[in-house]
């Protein structure tokens, strides 16, 4: 069964540093993997998707068959990165579905 | 463009209590629908979904079902309320067309006492 892990419960730095949220998973097959935020009072929305190859607020994340690994980087966070963030992973075909990691806290001091 | 609705916001229920979760979906049709239960320190865990009216696939087995009476609508209930079903209930919408992102609700708090 698929299975998505974020080891890191709670991710403290400063502002400037840089950020990599941890992502592994397990799954049989290519992988279609996400990350999704939720800041504070507001809805969890999708942040970026592995397919796009995208930076979106200055975060990219890199899928690494290799290593099973889908960590979220950003080379500078900024007060308002400080959010929930959760790892996805669609699938498998059959079903239509996100298995979501636990959850990553991410919290940029001034 | 699409919205997603879900009420009500809060709920506090005593145990044994009957619950009824509703959500709906403005702006698309023939989506599909989750519900998902976000309990702290354990992310967010799939309950059900539908990819249709009446079809309904459980993740889970537990104390709660879902239906979906019409083709935006999607409810989430229990006969009896148990103390384990207490956290945030989110339900979300992904378009049957292919697209993976899938759109969240603003979830409903349930705290069973």
């Known amino acids: 069964a698929q299975r998505v892990t974020q080891p890191e419960k709670l991710l403290s730095v400063f502002k400037g540093a840089p950020v990599e949220l941890k992502c592994n998973y397990s799954?049989?097959?290519?992988?279609?993997l996400f990350w999704y935020v939720q800041y504070s009072r507001q809805r969890l929305q999708l942040l970026l998707r592995?397919?796009s190859r995208e930076s979106i607020k200055g975060f990219t994340a890199d899928l690494n068959k290799g290593e099973t690994s889908f960590h979220l980087k950003k080379p500078f966070a900024q007060e308002e990165d400080s959010a929930m963030y959760y790892c996805a992973l669609y699938g498998p075909a059959g079903r239509r579905a996100l298995t979501f990691g636990s959850g990553t806290r991410l919290q940029v001091q001034p | 463009s699409q919205t997603i609705h879900q009420w009500p916001a809060t709920l506090v229920q005593p145990v044994g209590s009957p619950l009824s979760l509703e959500c709906t979906v403005e702006g698309t049709s023939n989506p599909n629908l989750y519900w998902y239960r976000q309990a702290a320190g354990r992310g967010l865990q799939l309950l059900f979904y539908s990819v249709g009216i009446g079809q309904i696939s459980s993740e889970v087995p537990q104390n709660l079902s879902a239906s979906r009476p019409q083709d935006r609508q999607f409810i989430l209930s229990s006969k009896k309320l148990l103390l384990s079903d207490s956290g945030f209930y989110l339900c979300?919408?992904?378009?049957?067309?292919?697209?993976?992102?899938?759109?969240f609700g603003p979830g409903t708090r349930l705290t069973v006492l």
């Open positions: 592995h397919i």
């Open positions: 979300a919408w992904r378009s049957g067309a292919g697209t993976d992102t899938q759109y």
């Open positions: 799954y049989s097959g290519s992988p279609e």
